[in-house]
Structures are given as C-alpha cells and as structure tokens.
C-alpha cells in the first residue's frame, strides 16, 4: 500500500509540472482513486471506512475533476495551456521535499506518526500542492492545487490518525465540494470578463 | 447542539422569506427579512438581560451578532433598491448562509466547528463577491477564496496533529471542544503543541486578515456589497481572533519555542498595527482605507489577547464590541455616501456636509470614534490596552502601539477634515 501513497506524491509532482489543464484534471482524479484505496488500508471502523471510502471515491475521482473538466470544455485551448514551470519551482519543490526529513524526526520522538512512509508522501504532496498555489498562475491550476491540497491532507491525516470522525470528513467534503463549484463558476466567469485565465494579468485588466 | 439548532432559527427563516420574493414583492421581501432579523436581535437582547451568562463563554456575542446582521439587513434594503440587476433570492441565500456562520463561529464551542464554520463564512462571502459580476470584484473573490483557503488548510493540519496526540481518548468529535482541550492539553507532546498553535495562529490568522497574511483583505472588504462589508470587517474578523483567543487559552501553557501562541500573536498584532496604519495615509478609496483601518484594529485586539492578563484581554474583548459597531456604521454610510455620489473616492465626495448634513456629522463622529478620540469607545479600550502593556513592561509593544495610535489618529483625521471640508478644485469658496 506504500505504493499507492508514493504514487500519490508523484501524482502530485505531475500536477505541478504538466502544462495543460486536461492532464492536471486527469491526475486530480487519478488521486480521488489512490485516496479510497489508501483509506481502506488505514482505517478500523468498517462502517465509517465504507461511507468515507464512498463519498471520497464519488467526490473525488469523479465530481470534482468532473465540474472542472466541464468548465474547461467550454475554454478555447489556447486558454488551457499552462506556463512552464521556472527553474525556481524546481529548487523550492526540491527544498521542501528535503526539509520533510527535518520534520519527521521531533514528530517521531513524540510518538504521533504511526505510518512514516506514508507520512513522507503526504507531507510531501502537500508541499508540491503549495508550491502549485505559489508556482502557478493559470486559473483552473491554481483551484487544482486547492483540491490537491485537501487530498494531501487526508493522507496525512491517515498516516498519523488512521482515521478523523466521520462528521469532520463529512464536513471537509461539503466544504470542499462548495469551494469547487463556487471556484469553477469564478473561474468561467473570469474567462468571459478577462479574457484570460492568468491570474497576475487580472491585476492589471481588473479597472 | 440543540442550542445551536435553535440559534440557527434566524437564518432558516431569512431563507425561507428569501424564497418568498419569487411570488410576492421584493421590497416587501426585504423589508420582512430585516424585521424578523431585528425580532430575533431583540429575542437574543431580552435573554441576554435576563440571563446574562446563558449558554456560553460570552453571552453578549450573540447579541452582539444579531445587532450588526440587523443593521446589515436594514442597509441590504436600500442596497438592493440601488443595484436592481442582483437577483433578491440569490443576495439573501448568501447572506443568510454567510449569517448562519456567524451565528456558528460565535456559539460553537468546538473548534473543528468553528473551522469549518470560518471556512464556510468564507465561501459564502465570496459568492456575494462573485455575484457582484464586475471585473474588480471577481479578482477580489478569487484571491480572497485562494488565500484564506490555504491558510485555512494550515489551520486544518494543526487539527490533525491535535487530534493525532488526543486519539487515544477515543471521544471522536468531542476531542475538539475547548473544556476537553483544557483539560487534556498536557498529553499533547510540547513541540507538537507548538506547531499546532503556530498552525492555527497563521491559519486563522489569514482569516482573522492579521499581517502579514492580509493581502486578500484589502480587496475582498472594500469591494463587497456595503452591509456585507460591514459583517466581514465589523464581525467576522473580530470572531476569528476569538476562536484563536479560545484555542490558545485551552492549551497554552509554558512554551518552548520563542516564537509560539502568545508570542506570536503579539508579533502579528504589532505588525498589524503598525501596516494598517501606515497604509491608512496613501488611502483614497473610502472603503479600502476603512479596510486597512479593520487590519489596524485587530491588530491591537491581538496584541490585547497576546498578553494574556484579565485587563488586556477585556481590553481587547471592549475593543471588539466598538470597533464593531463603528466599523460596520461606517461602512454602511461610506455605501451610502458611494452610490450618491457614484464613487468610492474620497475626495469625489463633494460638499457632503452641505447636501447630507446629519449624516455628514455622524460620519465625522464615527470617524473620530475610530481614530480613538476620548471619550468615544475605542479610546476608552485603547487605554486599557496600553495601561496593561505598561503593567507587563512591554516597552517595545508599547512604542509600537503608540506609534500605530497616533499615525491612525493623524490619518483619519486628516481624511474626514479632506471629506468635509475640502473644495473642489473647479469650484472657488466664496468668503463674503
């Protein structure tokens, strides 16, 4: 199962790294699927596992990449195309991939992380999500580093608490279902006022 | 829970009444909306007379609520009357959903509720942004949701951690409550303490727009509708250094690391105070500079909580309740002001004290309020604070506090003397 949260972390990377929206979207869902088949492994109450387990497969492999892709269909390609990502993303991202290693240690002396490897991975995706939010300026990246950044946090989340009561994923789910619909309505709404999807170019076309 | 369920009345029936305006007239809508609002306030008023400690740490913050969400239904009025393109029923399911967190981050006593309430309030506030349409506001939104989501994601792992320290006592959602955190916060390993205060403090903080996490305020405040203006910076603000406030006083304790809970919240409440005030001057843009002055103004109810003594923080608690009448006035006349004129410009706002003259004389009393002029509110509270910082000897906060203080009062100052009395360049005065 280790497996599975390193391909979270590489799936992670990808998003950071691809320059198109569709392929962004592709692995936002890819991680929909890692995190059902991660919770599974982690949790203990079958019960809540299955309604979790469901809601995060509904949620995230198919809802959430779907309302985004539907946004996107409705783009011209040229606005789905995504900037290079500078040389600086690269050092930063290396750099917080490192310093993990120095958080890990004072963690482990006090004896929350019950799956370190998984620790790593989820941490380590968080990371590439911020970086992601800091690297990216195309619209609909920056909303995927948004989900990113939950789905990494549920995988932290079992790598230390094996599972959060069930009204707090509850909870994190509408809270992140209403932040995608309300971000792709934002996001269709700047296309047609902007006439761009690059978030630093609505600064200057904003008055 | 039951008692929240019951304080959510106020909300449902907004929703309720909003959903009225498809058949019957929407002036009518609005106007029933603000009274059932105003009989529920005056329900929340009465109880709070008669049992001044019902229910909850501070019993007067649901009054208190109620009074600023009354006010905000009463201007929605003259606001929806003025943009006639917004949709009535989609402005108040917002606004009442945006009231109903409110209501939530103000009575919880969990603090995973108040996440998610605090992280509700914000989509919220944002869809009255989105709805708005133009080109400013949907940037505004948009930063808005992408900052305060990512700080409230780093607020959401210091949750994890927490409740990865406390799972043993298999209570669940019970874990988060601030008596239990009170009473178990010894388990917690000290350096995971630490970072969780750190988590919490700059993810809250971004919410709470505390600097230097406060770039989305500026924007998000000013071009908001001007009752829900009022609410963001009046209100919800305030509410956010509250849950702070709670969660550093269930778990705090000596610290190890220098720059942890308290240590923290004076560093940002001095930075606050000091850029908020700063930024007061080069303002010309009425909403924006009542915006910064809201960054200023939470910037010394941190530094009130982050000493910690029972004057600062009751300084800090009296600075809240003023600060949020007078702010969420202002920003209601500064709306006012905007649509008569047309301009959010300050000095657009041609001879208001000839064509609005009562109310360009509780503008100016606001005005001084806010600038902490005695024996108005928040002079009084101001006092407190700095009375307390000289009890800890907290020289340099202390300066600092002062410095913020009078760059403020010479800001403010300087802006209503600009728009009361200054004539317009095509104009000459006339001294006979």
New interface residues.
Partial sequence: MDSLALLMLISSFLMVVVRNVRYVLLFLSLQGWLLWGLLFQSASNATEVLVIGLLTLLVKAFLLPLILYRVSQKWPSSALRIRALPIWGYLLGFVLLLSISHIMP??Q????LHQQVWFFYGLGS?FLA?LQ?MSRKH?LS?ISA?IA??NA?VL??AS???Q?????EI??LL?LI??TI??A???H??LR??KTVD?TA??F??? | MATLILDMIGPFGVLLLAFGSYRYDPRRISLSIAFWVGINFLFYAIRFMVHPGYGMTFAWLLPLIELMVTGSAFVSIRWLREHPSQSVVRYYFWWALFYAALVVIATTQNL?LAW?AI??ST?VS??LL?EL????A??A??KY??IA??GM?VA??GI??L???L?SQHL??Q?FTYANLAIHHQAI?P??RDIVMIMMLCGIGTKAGLVPFHTWLPDAHSVAPSPISGLLSGCLLGLCLLVIDHFLRAISMPSTLFLSGQHLLLLFGVLSVLIGSFALFVQKDVKRMLAYSSIEQVGIMAIGFGIGTPLAIDAALLQFVFHAIIKASLFYLAGYFSERYHSTHLFQWKEITKKFPRLAILWAILLLALAGLPPLGLAYSEWMLILSLWDQQQTIVLLALCLGLVLSFSALSDHLIKSLWKTPRNQTVDLS
């Fill in positions: 004072p963690l002396a006090a004896g929350i968080l911020y939010i619209v920056l948004f950044i939950e946090l932290v989340a230390i608490a094996g959060l009561p069930l009204m707090m909870g994190m809270d209403l932040s309300l971000l309505w934002l996001s709404l700047i006022r902007f978030f609505m600064r076309l904003r008055r | 995973v998610l992280e509700f989509l944002s869809a989105i349409g133009n080109r400013r949907l940037e939104a948009f949701m992408v989501s990512v994601s959401l792992l994890v951690l409740y990865a320290s799972q669940g959602w874990t390993a350096i995971v």
